[in-house]
């Protein structure tokens, strides 16, 4: 059985990072650890101020500790929202102790979108966060953390391919071999992923058609999906387009339900399907 450790926040209301990891990862057949950076009464979107939040960064070095004592491995380990610049530091500290060559480093530097930080974070913040990239196989950026990794403005989710590839060559110079910018819209009517394998030299687009609206966490599923399917040995271009098509799936279904589900998709429905576009 694969394993992946899966390193983020647990936001106990609000269906992102940990709470839609665990299920996905799990549901794909793959044995699924988490260390839980931070305990959070929901995820910090709008609507939900006034949130609490328990850091967790002192324990994960003695986690890391045992861990290493247990002799654990893992087939990747995935990174997503990180609360602090020092919880930066601590996980790729934890790369050093278990990133073997067999293991994958997935990191998705999650520090914004729609142009502006999240809540908590600055430009110290994304300085260290580069530096975790440069650890990582793969990274996974949207538009607004991809300005930020290179520490230029932010030009909007619209852009040419010219662009796109030229965003994703600089990306690949922070160090990472294979960068793909979520969330990029080529034309009115289709927006997705860009990818680039710097091994290869390949582009490629995982493209799917335009649905209207902002979905929460949305980035978080995709993560997650796409980890489970590399490490369950599909090829990349395979795997980015069952990632993409499980996020559309779970928008879809969500459709229609936005004044209630405002805050994360609903993707528990579509985990059968999930299941049964991964069987191998
Ligand atoms: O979906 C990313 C995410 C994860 N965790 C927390 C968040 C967010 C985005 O807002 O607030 C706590």
């Given at each position: 059985m694969k394993r992946i450790v899966s390193i983020q926040d647990i936001s106990c209301f609000?269906?992102?990072?940990?709470?839609?990891?665990?299920?996905?990862?799990?549901?794909?057949?793959?044995?699924?650890?988490?260390v839980p950076t931070a305990v959070l009464s929901t995820h910090t979107g709008t609507g939900f101020e006034g949130y609490t939040y328990h850091d967790l960064t002192a324990d994960i070095p003695a986690i890391a500790a045992h861990w290493k004592r247990l002799g654990l491995r893992f087939d990747a380990?995935?990174?997503?929202?990180?609360?602090?610049?020092?919880?930066?530091?601590?996980?790729?500290?934890?790369?050093?102790?278990?990133?073997?060559?067999?293991?994958?480093?997935?990191?998705?530097?999650?520090?914004?979108?729609?142009?502006?930080?999240?809540?908590?974070?600055d430009?110290?913040?994304?300085?260290?966060?580069?530096?975790?990239?440069?650890?990582?196989?793969?990274?996974?950026?949207n538009m607004t953390e991809a300005a930020l990794l290179l520490?230029?403005?932010?030009?909007?989710?619209?852009?040419?391919?010219?662009?796109?590839?030229?965003?994703?060559k600089r990306l690949s110079g922070l160090g990472t071999r294979i960068v793909?910018?979520?969330?990029?819209?080529?034309?009115?009517?289709?927006?997705?992923?860009a990818c680039y394998n710097s091994e290869t030299g390949d582009f490629f687009n995982c493209?799917?058609?335009?649905?209207?609206?902002?979905?929460?966490?949305?980035?978080?599923?995709?993560?997650?999906?796409?980890a489970g399917a590399l490490v369950k040995g599909f090829p990349l271009e395979r795997?980015?387009?069952?990632?993409?098509?499980?996020?559309?799936?779970?928008?879809?279904?969500?459709?229609?339900h936005e004044k209630e589900h405002w805050y994360g998709v609903m993707f528990e429905e579509c985990l059968p399907q999930l299941i049964a576009n991964t069987k191998q």
């Amino acid at each position: 059985m694969k394993r992946i450790v899966s390193i983020q926040d647990i936001s106990c209301f609000g269906k992102c990072s940990l709470t839609v990891a665990l299920p996905i990862i799990s549901a794909m057949g793959i044995e699924t650890c988490v260390v839980p950076t931070a305990v959070l009464s929901t995820h910090t979107g709008t609507g939900f101020e006034g949130y609490t939040y328990h850091d967790l960064t002192a324990d994960i070095p003695a986690i890391a500790a045992h861990w290493k004592r247990l002799g654990l491995r893992f087939d990747a380990i995935c990174t997503g929202y990180l609360g602090s610049k020092e919880q930066v530091q601590i996980v790729s500290d934890f790369f050093n102790t278990f990133a073997t060559p067999q293991c994958k480093v997935i990191v998705d530097p999650v520090m914004g979108d729609k142009g502006q930080y999240y809540k908590g974070f600055d430009d110290s913040f994304a300085h260290q966060m580069r530096q975790l990239c440069r650890k990582a196989d793969v990274i996974m950026p949207n538009m607004t953390e991809a300005a930020l990794l290179l520490g230029e403005p932010y030009r909007g989710e619209r852009c040419d391919e010219a662009f796109i590839k030229e965003l994703l060559k600089r990306l690949s110079g922070l160090g990472t071999r294979i960068v793909m910018l979520t969330g990029v819209h080529v034309d009115d009517t289709h927006q997705g992923v860009a990818c680039y394998n710097s091994e290869t030299g390949d582009f490629f687009n995982c493209l799917s058609q335009n649905i209207p609206g902002y979905f929460h966490s949305t980035g978080d599923v995709f993560s997650a999906t796409f980890a489970g399917a590399l490490v369950k040995g599909f090829p990349l271009e395979r795997a980015l387009r069952i990632a993409v098509d499980f996020t559309v799936d779970c928008i879809r279904h969500t459709l229609g339900h936005e004044k209630e589900h405002w805050y994360g998709v609903m993707f528990e429905e579509c985990l059968p399907q999930l299941i049964a576009n991964t069987k191998q």
